[in-house]
């Protein structure tokens, strides 16, 4: 019989593939659909997760189709769909851009976000912080300053600026916790919780890589602990996760009709400090994942906001005995959870007023010279763009790609109007599609768990800082808009 540690470490694999059923049998040996996989779409196998079933007994029958819209709850009311607007140069998520960019779209959002209240008459109010208790440790501290010692200490697990203590607890979670009935409803033991976050306090940074699964010196830990330790965490952070420096309005959204209620999500979310606003989508996706189980865990979308919603934000005075506010709070935490990765999108205008920003007084010029140095060849300066007339009679235009983490540096590409940032990487690495299966397959004989870096074409600098491409952008449309740009490959966790 195959031990938990190395179930586990299958189970993480499993995450790379959109609802992967492994079997375990108890002759070790591993039996999966190779050919469905196959038919798979090049997206689908870098980008799908799947819900981590983390002890499976017996196969679970014929994989079900899979599908792109993976971000979405399968509880999302059908009378209400919402999709982010996107356009030719593809969909972009504020974790696409890089930091100073990101930081114009969050004050872009949150101008946005005024006039948007202010012409629908609703009063907002500048967030109550709570009392801040302590700057060292780990509970009780402030997103910003566990991230800032984890990057000093190389110890981020992902691309998202998420302290790293965090991500312990949730990967603990999936892994162990979305075949228990209950999940974040029951506390489990309080000795044990206690117990636990000594531990944690104790020997996370201590110990290198420290793992609750090699570890921890609590016997029979369970998932209820580490949760009622995750719930603990959120709820004694020195500012609420869903919160701003800037104001706080989540009570009264519900009154606005929904297409402008998603709106003012999208912006408040956008305009959120960069730790917190990357905290709140790893959590949006642990109560997904729990929702996806919920014929297993007994825990919908209205389960885990009564469970989980008092600890991520401030709830409005006297909610606690009006079942009205209570709904309304359910509500929103529902909308969350139902539209999670879809809110984190920029508005393609938004895109558009950076690009203007850099073609008036803010220059590329200085990335452009960093990356010119890091493919070893001399600054040509700063180029002037052709007449955009003579860009957009263009039908097809050759392309010099970078990409120093592949074993090919540079590469030409022709690209015409149908070609997709998804082509392009496949044409500077055509073995992708095979070494992602041979990746699978070694690290599923290794018992390797760590996440595999995925390859996205990259535009940077002219009239962008830098930003990842949607792999089904049209890599055309993006040269008419920034034709003086440098293309690169480079890697991602993910996106």
Known sequence: MRTARTRTKLCLIAKKIHQLKFYFPDNNKYIANWNNLLNNTYEGLLGYKVSVLSHLKQPLGSLPPCSRNFHTSTSQSANHPYEPPRDALGLTYISDLNEEDAERIKNV???????????????YTKTKAKKRTTDSGLFGTALEVLVAKDIKKNRLVSDLKVPAVFSLMVQF???NGMLVEGIFRKSGSAEKIKAFRKELEDNFYKIPNYSIHEHTQISELTAHEVCSAFKAFLRELPAYLISSERMEYFPNIKTLP??????????????????YRDTLQVFLRLMNLTIENKSVTQMDDR?????????????PKGSETDMTKMNDIFGYFKTLTNYN???????PNFISQIRQQYATGVSAKPKRKFISKLLGRKSKGEEIPPPREELMRLKEVQIEVHAPQMTRES????????????????Q???TIYRTILEDARRQIAQGEDEDRAIEYLYEVGGNIGERCLDPEAKVLEVYRVNPTAEWMIKTKKER
Do not use: G, H, W
Not at 262 to 272: C, E, G, V
Not at 341 to 347: D, E, G, M, S, W
């Open 303 to 315: 389960n885990l906001a009564i469970c989980v919603a008092p600890n991520i934000f401030a709830l």
């Open 341 to 347: 990765k879809k809110l984190f999108a920029v508005p």
């Open 109 to 123: 959002a949150y101008e946005e976000l005024k006039l948007l209240l202010k012409k629908r008459n609703i009063a």
């Open 428 to 430: 500077t690495k055509p």
């Open 173 to 175: 979670i999936e892994e």
């Open 411 to 426: 590469a030409v590409i022709t690209i015409n109007e149908s070609t997709t940032a998804k082509d392009v990487v496949s």
């Open 258 to 275: 929904f297409a402008q209620q998603m709106k003012a999500t999208n912006m408040f979310i956008l305009s959120m400090k960069e730790e």
